[in-house]
């Protein structure tokens, strides 16, 4: 099992420009996560899904949009890059009834 | 979900055991006390949790106190692996107030 993988791993924007980042998980788990974290600060929940079809807001999800089309993957995706969303970003999965999160590596993103 | 408070950082020598307090005294009867770690640049890692019981896995042991206002990860035989960031959190299991809240964890040095 592959476990949590993220694509990609690093990334330089442009203010402006779009990307999206893809979360896949081999663990049949029905909940997905992403979080930020940046220096001199815990891990921040951007959107959450608690299965297909699903999401929801998280902490800080101003700026991000996700979409949850099928159960092992989970997308972030940025309309219009800011500098603010310089940041590493994890992703993330559990199954119901647990809070047992299994991470990803991370994608680090850099927007000039 | 309540809040927890956690030491900025420990020290210890490697073959030892390593002890991590963590003090959580508003968690509520369903809140479940959970343990990560995050090896440098790493995603972060599941350790154990626990309600009222102590636990053990092959990672770690987990003390919580009676009162459950405060508890304790035990590294039993700390090596230079384990040195990472420890993040104490405490959350329910299911419902919509099951997300995880980061806060800045333990940075745990194992010294040679």
């Known amino acids: 099992n592959a476990g949590v993988t993220q694509t990609p791993k690093f990334r330089v924007l442009k203010t402006g420009q779009s990307m999206t980042l893809l979360c896949a998980q081999d663990?049949?788990?029905?909940?997905m996560y992403w979080y930020r974290q940046d220096p001199g600060m815990g891990l921040r929940l951007i959107h959450y899904?608690?299965?297909?079809?699903?999401?929801a807001k998280g902490e800080v999800p101003d700026g991000y949009n996700v979409s949850r089309l099928k159960k092992q993957n989970f997308l972030l995706g940025l309309e219009s890059a800011a500098p603010s969303q310089t940041s590493v970003y994890f992703c993330a999965s559990s199954h119901t009834g647990s809070n047992e999160q299994f991470f990803g590596p991370g994608t680090r993103l850099t927007v000039l | 979900d309540a809040k927890t408070t956690q030491p900025t950082s420990m020290d210890c020598a490697e073959g030892r055991a390593a002890n991590l307090p963590c003090n959580h005294s508003t968690i509520s009867g369903n809140e479940y006390v959970y343990w990560y770690r995050q090896i440098h640049s790493q995603g972060p890692q599941y350790i154990i949790h626990?309600?009222?019981?102590?636990e053990t896995n092959e990672m770690a042991s987990l003390i919580i106190t009676e009162d459950r206002k405060s508890s304790t990860l035990i590294l039993p035989h700390a090596t230079l692996r384990d040195t990472a960031v420890y993040y104490c959190i405490v959350t329910f299991n299911a419902g919509n107030n099951r997300k995880l809240i980061w806060g800045l964890g333990t940075s745990l040095a194992v010294n040679p």
């Open positions: 663990m049949n788990h029905e909940y």
């Open positions: 899904s608690v299965g297909e079809g699903t999401t």
């Open positions: 626990g309600l009222k019981n102590n």
